[in-house]
């Protein structure tokens, strides 16, 4: 059972490069997240499916766009990677959108030059 | 927007000793987590509590809740060196996301 798998595991882009983190989840989840983690800040929320065929906008949403292709796979795409979108990236998923648990990846760790 | 805030920021203890952590948050909410994320490693969920719920336990993890201070606080009793980690609170609103604090990290020495 892998739970939440993410890929690339790492990457390093130049920049202006465009790269889709990929996420794909094996407990039947509705729900799944996109968020990131810098040093100091926690973790913030980039964008969020409550349910398939539904996404919204987390708070810090610039710079990234999302798809949720089926139930099982959420995608993150930077059209046009900056700096400042260096960081690591984890995606979550949970049973459904309220009071539950969120289930995480393991990470990608993205640079950019 | 960072809702909860955890203290200390940063706790080293020996094995054996007992471990507190505590998270203030500013609004009301429906349920506080508690998170632990290992170097390099994804988070982990730890434990759920409602805002309805005062105190819940989990093997050696004691979390409880007051909502009237809006704080929480997590306790590891008999630490052990694989407890070494960075524990997160998550408050989750009424109508929002769940929001993420910046973190305690807890080193446990032999």
């Known amino acids: 059972n892998a739970g939440v798998t993410q890929t690339p595991k790492f990457q390093v882009l130049k920049t202006g490069q465009s790269m889709t983190l990929q996420c794909a989840q094996d407990?039947?989840?509705?729900?799944m997240y996109w968020y990131r983690q810098d040093p100091g800040m926690g973790l913030r929320l980039i964008y969020y499916?409550?349910?398939?065929?539904?996404?919204d906008k987390g708070e810090v949403p610039n710079g990234y766009n999302v798809s949720r292709l089926n139930k099982r796979e959420f995608s993150l795409r930077l059209e046009s990677a900056a700096p400042s979108q260096t960081s690591v990236y984890f995606c979550?998923?949970?049973?459904?959108?309220?009071?539950?648990?969120?289930?995480f990846g393991d990470g990608t760790r993205l640079s950019i030059l | 927007s960072q809702q909860g805030e955890e203290d200390p920021q940063a706790l080293s203890i020996q094995e054996g000793e007992n471990a507190t952590m505590n998270c203030s948050y500013k609004?009301?909410?429906?349920?506080l987590q508690w998170y632990r994320q290992n170097s390099g490693r994804g988070l982990v969920h730890l434990i759920l509590?409602?805002?309805?719920?005062r105190e819940k336990h989990s093997g050696r993890l004691r979390v409880t809740l007051d909502t009237s201070k809006k704080s929480s606080s997590l306790l590891i009793t008999a630490s052990r060196a694989a407890d070494t980690a960075s524990y997160f609170c998550?408050?989750?609103?009424?109508?929002?996301?769940?929001?993420f604090g910046k973190g305690t990290t807890l080193s446990v020495s032999s």
């Open positions: 979550a998923s949970s049973y459904i959108f309220r009071n539950q648990p969120q289930h």
């Open positions: 407990m039947n989840h509705n729900s």
């Open positions: 499916s409550a349910s398939e065929g539904t996404t």
């Open positions: 609004t009301s909410i429906n349920n």
């Open positions: 509590i409602r805002s309805n719920e």
């Open positions: 998550a408050t989750e609103e009424a109508g929002t996301a769940l929001i």
